[in-house]
């Protein structure tokens, strides 16, 4: 062991701790982490065939830092991105191991058990299984990856930003024409308009609201010849499809108004950095107004999207990080655009809704999965945004295959 020339990963360590969101948090995960290195400690000392297949990973590229692990790096110089081979490896087996818990029950009782939501949920075979679900669609070869992606050239280059950043700026989306955007969104904003006008009349003589969301059949059935484009479906096949026919699920869609009101302290979970806890999955923003940093753009740090967290138990507890750190940590930029325009990201990239400006933003929101990733969730007993809440289905595209 000692002769190493790429020592043991030990992101638990040190100021770990500091990478999450308050002081509050960070004492509870500084009990957690303590608890986490010596057991990481236990496991990996000389001689110990874990401490060398995880030093392999390490060589062949695997990054580590205080929230997770990437190993994509791995899988693609040592795999030739064959997934099922790397699945099938000893290391991979002996970092799950190693660095995905299940958390005793009574650990840090007076912390960290009252904060994890899911403790009845065994961590470490819930990440097992967020890789048994996305490694395959992360790493494919060649042949198979220009066979999902189709003929439609726009479909590579969005694949190529999301394979490689976590996310795809789109400057115009394809299969809307300019007067088609028009309408969408003067539909649209009137619905936000009344929802807003609504929400304003039950506050009363409060504020108002922050932000308000609404999904109609009028506005799916505008969405769908987007959604149909073969530039978006071949890169959408190509990122998350399943199966031989690469089969994705459209989960629907959801308009979203962030209103001029909004601010960190009534935006406070969203405006924080953090993860939506259910691994790889696409969402895809379509702006009816210029978005600018006034306008309270999303935040995205580039090349999060291929991390595994070391845990997704908790909504708001261990999935919410400190802005410093992650800016200290990962490149990060906001994601302005025209009319017209937005991105497609994958939510398991660190992200946050930036919260400066004083113009509001509309957008419609269309939400993607691997096929059959959510019930392979909920058959665990795992609680989490899988699909998101109050997004509609589109009434002719609730599937996206070969």
């Known amino acids: 062991c000692g002769g190493s020339e790429v020592p043991t990963p030990a992101p638990f360590g040190g100021s770990a701790a500091n990478a999450f969101f308050d002081q509050p948090t960070r ?26 297949l995880v030093e392999g990973l ?23 991105d064959r997934a099922p081979e790397a699945l099938a ?14 958390f005793p029950k009574r650990m840090c009782l007076q912390g ?97 609201p922050v932000k308000v969301s609404v999904a109609t059949p009028r506005i799916a059935r505008l969405v769908e010849p987007l ?30 108004r962030l209103t001029t009101r909004l601010d960190e302290a009534h935006y406070h979970d969203s405006a924080l950095w953090h993860h939506d806890r259910v691994g790889r999955r696409l969402k895809m923003f379509v702006y009816l107004q210029d978005v600018t940093p006034d306008t309270h753009p999303t935040i995205v740090a580039a090349g999060t999207h291929n991390f595994t967290w070391y845990s ?28 017209g325009g937005g991105f497609i990201f994958d939510t398991n990239a660190l992200h946050r809704a930036g919260v400066t400006g004083t113009k509001r933003r509309d957008v419609i929101i269309v939400e993607f999965h691997t096929a059959g990733k959510c019930d392979a969730l909920r058959k665990v007993g795992f609680r989490s ?17 070969l």
Request: hydrophobic share 40%; proline share 6%; with cysteine.
């Open 112 to 208: 960290a058990a009252t904060h994890f939501g899911n403790l009845e949920v065994d961590n470490a075979a819930l990440s097992r299984l967020f890789v048994s679900l996305d490694v395959p669609t992360r790493h494919r070869e060649a042949g198979r990856l220009q066979e999902l992606l189709g003929d439609d050239p726009g479909a590579a280059e969005i694949h190529r930003r999301l394979a490689g950043d976590g996310v795809a700026r789109v400057a115009r989306f394809p299969g809307l024409t300019d007067a088609e955007v028009d309408e969408l969104a003067r539909v649209t904003v009137a619905e936000l308009d009344r929802a807003e006008a609504r929400a304003s009349a039950g506050a009363g003589t409060g504020p108002g």
């Open 227 to 256: 959604v149909g484009h073969p530039a978006v479906r071949g890169a959408l096949r190509a990122y998350l499809g399943a199966g031989h026919a690469g089969a994705v699920s459209v989960e629907g869609i959801s308009a979203l």
């Open 27 to 52: 004492a509870t995960m500084i009990c957690v982490n303590r608890w986490r290195h010596k057991t990481l400690l236990g496991r990996t000392r000389c001689p110990s065939p874990d401490r060398s």
């Open 89 to 102: 490896h000893p290391a991979l087996a002996a970092l799950l191991r190693l660095f995905y818990h299940r």
């Open 312 to 339: 997704h138990l908790n909504e708001k507890f261990d999935t919410r990080f400190d802005d410093v750190w992650v800016r200290n940590t990962f490149p990060v930029s906001d994601l302005s655009g025209p009319k």
């Open 385 to 401: 945004p899988c699909p998101s809440l109050g997004y509609l289905r589109l009434p002719n595209i609730t599937q996206i295959s």
């Open 58 to 80: 390490a060589r062949g590229g695997a990054r580590f830092c205080a929230l997770g692990a990437d190993f994509s790096p791995w899988v693609a110089s040592a795999h030739g």
